[in-house]
């Protein structure tokens, strides 16, 4: 059964099941109820005959002292001749229309007084109860009501469930771009919530997927290049086997392709798996170890790294090998771009209950609209300057997604005094 039709049925059953135990309520107690209707309607009589004495004795003063202390007062109306209530009130629409009938029952408009005046009765409504058992077409249009107000409340809860379960068929049918879409109604509830939340995850989905299929794109193209080095090295090694060079080709592109396939293992690791935090590590220490290494290998190139190593310590609970993979990728990348003659300056600031790294080169820079795209894998600024460089654009990726797995942030930006700057902010232990 469809919800619409449960939700209907359930709300709609309920109306029609109290409706019915109010009738038989009623029913059951009818005589109670036209006796408790009659006891009422001789009260309202007795008391019209002692207003009827004190305005025939006392005139209208005494009507209004009467009516002042009665508790029947909303009840009975004194009017003139001229239709004025004597209390300045305005008479109910049912009894202005029995005083304009020439033949008004007497039990609701009495006789004229000698003072002027005559007395208007507003007898008890008859209960409810009664009304509807008496009056089936009120009945029937009770239930109509009701069924027509459990038809809108079953729309208004399955409307965006069927929404949602089309989208999720066109989803699950490999159109990623189906969405279940905005509500146009003005109040959010759970359900519109839960369609914009549906809405998100498949963007997200059809973001992940389109990053795969683009990293399987980049991984079969650089895996390409290698491996056609390889087969040419292959070829010239057939006709001549005592060369030396080709064998040194294939060592070295073997090495590349190892490096290759295990940063790419990496980056696919940092993106699904959880990664384990369980060493206490001394920031300070471990960047300084880094920069070290990265100076070593600088030096020939006639560049340094330089670090200005702070008094004060700073411990982060941390994945220490995946740290310091992210930190050695990020410095020899600022080693990578910066020209001969020049320093990778670093840079460490404790904050608030984190810490800061920063790492600056004095290379061209990032171009501003490609600043948020560095940290993508296979992305390059200048592909052939890269090619040249060794690099694949996998090495800021993986630092990118090693800060996250840490709960850090990573962000780049052009330094004011030119080359490219790289802040890292790490949770304190």
Known sequence: MRIFLKIFLTFWLTVVLIAVAVGWVGYQFRGEVESHARLQWMQLLSQRQRLWAALETQGPAGARAWLAASPFRGRFFVVDRAGRELLGRALPPFLRARTQLPDAPFDTIGPWSKTGYRILLAPPRHPLLGVLFHRPGLLSLAFAVSALVAALLARHFSSPID????????LAQGELAARAGPLSRRLRDELSTLTVDFDRMA???????????????????????????????????????????????????????????????????????????????????????????????????????RFDRPATD????????????????????????????????????????????????????????????????????????????????????????????????IHARNHPAGGLEIAIELPLA
């Open 163 to 170: 929404r949602l379960r089309l989208a999720a068929s066109r």
């Open 203 to 305: 963007e997200r989905l059809e973001g992940l997927v389109a990053a795969h299929r683009r990293l399987l794109q980049d991984v079969s193209h650089e895996l390409r290049t290698p491996l056609a080095r390889m087969r040419i090295a292959l070829a010239i090694e057939e006709r001549s086997p005592e060369a030396v060079g080709a064998r040194a080709r294939i060592e070295q592109e073997v090495n590349r392709l190892e490096q290759l396939v295990g940063q790419i293992l990496d980056v696919s690791r940092l993106e699904g798996e959880q990664v384990v935090r369980d060493v206490w590590v001394d920031l300070p220490e471990l960047v300084d170890m880094v920069v070290r290494d990265a100076d070593f290998e600088a030096e020939p190139q006639g560049k340094d790294v």
């Open 314 to 409: 700073a411990v982060v609970l941390a994945d220490d090998r995946l740290l310091r993979a992210a930190l050695e990728n990020v410095i020899r990348n600022g080693v990578r771009h910066t020209p001969p003659g020049t320093s990778v300056e670093v840079g460490l600031k404790g904050r608030q209950g984190s810490v800061e790294i920063r790492v600056r080169d004095h290379g061209a820079g990032v171009p501003l609209p490609l600043l948020a795209d560095i940290f993508k894998p296979f992305f390059r600024v200048d592909d052939a300057r890269d090619r040249r460089s060794g690099g694949y654009g996998l090495g800021l990726a993986i630092a990118a997604r090693a800060v996250r797995a840490h709960g850090g942030e």
